[in-house]
């Protein structure tokens, strides 16, 4: 059976699903079109499609395999917003292009090729005729970026109960073990407007955010180290603004950064944190009037190599590749954030594997090889969680690794 499912996922599949992804604009809160354009292909393709509308015009769309009763249930999650395009391009990035063996296209890395990876694996299902025990869900949700809003909604709406998990953002066909949480942050400097010609009558807030800036890095948060990610934490800021006009000094300022946070880190420490360089700035400066806030966060994620969901797509992979997969914790991947992080908080163990090495780069592009292997993987896994209903022992029934999981 794992055979007849492996079969049934071709290049033609997987290639024609990611192509028809990629045509579609879907940086965040544009995801309405490529949604309703995922729910028609995967109604065609044979899955029973369910359409979250969780906000105006954007979509969650699920699509269910559904088992015959008496297996676990596994959840297959991707996202369907993408990265903006960068500049570079030397062709459009929204005509999707196949040559020698590479798929082009923008957010073919993150994730659409992923997760056309995964649509297909319960496409293959279908078309093979192999009827699993538990179901297979596959969901493609709205407005990943950082926050997980649509899998949230998800996962506080969804009437099937899953056991396990994968979610399939680009690892390069390795195991991700543990990646960052993140806290978006934003401090805030209160200065006084005054023209140059009386300059000194002023407070000029920029000035005095660059000074709050230079005490911004790595170094300036609270962490227990983990050597596991010895990376962490690791800050950007990525935006600056404030002033009135060239020749005025600038009655307001701001910066906003991005502190990816190790186990152990959160919201609360980061903000306490940046309180204390705001106090010792004004220690120095009485003059200094500024105020930190956390616009948002996400928790770390970590998972320890012999958890069952772990061992499932290990073995999986090494049944499909011939070799078994590298598990790590090490960057690019252990700085992103995933949608692993909320699914675990529900109770839901979940595997970080993907195929794709993630680049937000000019001309992006995905081996078409690997987003078949992935595919392959992701159905040998749903053999393994769902089973067939078969004897044990049979093939497809994934009894060792099953059981393990149920216990």
């Not at 709406?157 to 991700?176: K, N, Y």
């Not at 000074?211 to 596991?228: N, P, Y």
Request: aromatic share 4%; charged share 20%.
């Amino acid at each position: 059976m794992a055979r007849d499912a492996s079969d049934a996922i071709t290049e033609d599949l997987v290639v024609e699903i990611a192509t028809d992804l990629l045509r579609f604009p879907s940086t965040l809160g544009e995801e309405g079109p490529v949604g309703e354009a995922l729910a028609g292909r995967m109604r065609a393709l044979g899955y029973e499609v369910h359409v979250q509308e969780v906000v105006a015009r954007r979509y969650n769309v699920i699509g269910i395999v559904r088992g015959h009763g008496g297996g676990q249930n596994l959840m297959l999650n991707g996202h369907l917003d993408v990265p903006a395009v960068v500049p570079g391009w030397t062709r459009d990035p929204y005509a999707p292009l196949v040559q020698d063996g590479w798929v082009y296209g923008n957010g073919v890395t993150d994730m659409k090729g992923g997760l056309a990876a995964m649509v297909a694996a319960g496409a293959g299902m279908i078309r093979s005729g192999v009827r699993l025990a538990g179901d297979l869900v596959v969901a493609a949700v709205m407005h990943h970026d950082t926050t997980g809003v649509g899998t949230k909604f998800l996962l506080q709406s969804l009437d099937v109960r899953c056991h396990l998990g994968i979610v399939g953002e680009p690892t390069d066909l390795a195991l991700q073990l543990l990646h960052s949480g993140a806290c978006h942050f934003e401090v805030t400097v209160t200065g006084r407007a005054a023209h140059v010609s009386r300059r000194e009558d002023g407070v000029d807030a920029i000035r005095k955010v660059i000074t709050l800036l230079d005490r911004i890095d790595d170094q300036a948060f609270t962490v227990e180290k983990d050597s596991r990610a010895p990376y962490l934490p690791r800050v950007v800021v990525g935006q600056i603004g404030g002033g009135m006009g060239a020749g005025r000094t600038a009655p307001s300022a701001w910066v906003r950064g991005d502190v990816r946070l190790a186990p152990g880190m959160s919201g609360t420490t980061v903000l306490r944190d940046l309180q204390g360089i705001i106090d010792e700035c004004r220690a120095r400066d009485p003059e200094l009037q500024a105020a930190a806030r956390v616009l948002f966060t996400q928790t770390p994620y970590a998972i320890d190599e012999t958890a069952p969901i772990v061992q499932i797509v290990r073995d999986a992979h090494t049944r499909v590749i011939g070799r078994p997969p590298r598990l790590t914790t090490d960057l690019p991947a252990g700085a992103f954030v995933t949608d692993a992080s909320d699914m675990m908080r529900v109770g839901i163990p979940t595997a970080v594997y993907g195929p794709c090495e993630w680049r937000t780069v000019p001309d992006e592009r995905a081996r078409v090889a690997d987003l078949l292997l992935a595919a392959r993987v992701y159905a040998q896994s749903a053999l393994s969680v769902c089973g067939t209903g078969l004897e044990t022992g049979e093939a497809g029934t994934g009894s060792s690794t099953a059981a393990a999981a149920t216990a």
